[in-house]
C-alpha cells in the first residue's frame, strides 16, 4: 500500500527567503506526485505533478518539485516566498489501479513571517 | 467550466443523527471522489462513484454511504454521527482513468465542514 510522510508538521519562513518543504513517499511502482495547497477553509489547489521525464518538475505560483527515486522523496522548493504563499502544503501520491485514489501526507503549515 | 460545487459549506449535527453532503461535479467530469480531512491531517479517501456505482471504497465503515447521480453529481451520506465524524469533507471529481494520470486531473471542491456535537 502507498504511503507518504511530511515529517514537518509547521515551517516558519521569512518574506523573501527560500523555502523547501519534505515528503517522502513509498509506493511498490513508478509513482504519480503531487503537491497540493490548501489555504485556509478553501479545497485543494494542484500545485505539480510528477510522474516520469524530467526530475525537476514546474509549477504554478513559481514552485518546483524534485524527484529523487533513491530517497523515495519529492521535496517542493521556492526560492522567495511570499506572504501568500502562507497556507497548507500536502504531498499525495497517486494509485494507477482501479479508482486511481490519491494518498495523502499529513501535512505542513507554512507561516510567512515579514 | 464550472468547477465542483459542494453544499452546504458548514453544518453542525448532534451525535446519532445522520447528514447528507452533496457535489457537483465539474463539468465533463464523470466520476467522483469523497475524502474526509480531520483536523491538522491529510484527507483521506472514503469511495469513488462511477456510472452510478462505487467504485473503490477506502477504510470507511458501511455507515458512509453514497450516491451518484446521471448528471454525475454525487451525495455522500453518513449515518449514526460519530463525534469524530467531525470534519471537512471534500468531493473531487475527474474523468474516469485520469484522476491521477490525466491533466489536470482531480479538481477539489471547497468543502462542506461537518461538526458533530
Known amino acids: 500500500a502507498q504511503s507518504v510522510t511530511q515529517p514537518d508538521i509547521h515551517i516558519t519562513v521569512s518574506e523573501g527567503a527560500s523555502l523547501e518543504l519534505r515528503c517522502n513517499y513509498s509506493y511498490g511502482a513508478t509513482p504519480y506526485l503531487f503537491w497540493y495547497v490548501q489555504s485556509p477553509g478553501q479545497g485543494l489547489q494542484l500545485l505539480l505533478k510528477?510522474?516520469?521525464?524530467?526530475?525537476l518538475v514546474q509549477g504554478i505560483k513559481g514552485f518546483e518539485a524534485e524527484f529523487k527515486r533513491s530517497q523515495s522523496s519529492f521535496n517542493l522548493r521556492k526560492p522567495s516566498v511570499h506572504w501568500s504563499d502562507a497556507a497548507e502544503y500536502f504531498c499525495a501520491v497517486g494509485a494507477l489501479e482501479g479508482n486511481e485514489k490519491l494518498t495523502f501526507g499529513t501535512g505542513t503549515r507554512l507561516t510567512i513571517i515579514p | 467550466e464550472t468547477g465542483v460545487t459542494q453544499s452546504p459549506t458548514h453544518l453542525i449535527k448532534t451525535r446519532g443523527q445522520q447528514v447528507t453532503l452533496r457535489c457537483s461535479s465539474q463539468?465533463?467530469?464523470?466520476?467522483v471522489s469523497w475524502y474526509q480531512q480531520a483536523l491538522g491531517q491529510g484527507p483521506q479517501f472514503i469511495f469513488q462513484?462511477?456510472?452510478?456505482?462505487?467504485?473503490g471504497r477506502g477504510n470507511f465503515p458501511p455507515r458512509f454511504s453514497g450516491l451518484q447521480f446521471p448528471n454525475y453529481s454525487s451525495e455522500l451520506n453518513v449515518n449514526a454521527l460519530e463525534l469524530d465524524d467531525s470534519a471537512l469533507y471534500l468531493c473531487a471529481s475527474s474523468l474516469v482513468g485520469q484522476g491521477v494520470s490525466g491533466s489536470p486531473g482531480y479538481t477539489f471542491g471547497s468543502g462542506t465542514r461537518l461538526t458533530v456535537v
Open positions: 462513484y462511477y456510472r452510478e456505482e462505487e467504485n
Open positions: 463539468s465533463g467530469h464523470n466520476t
Open positions: 510528477y510522474f516520469s521525464g524530467d526530475t
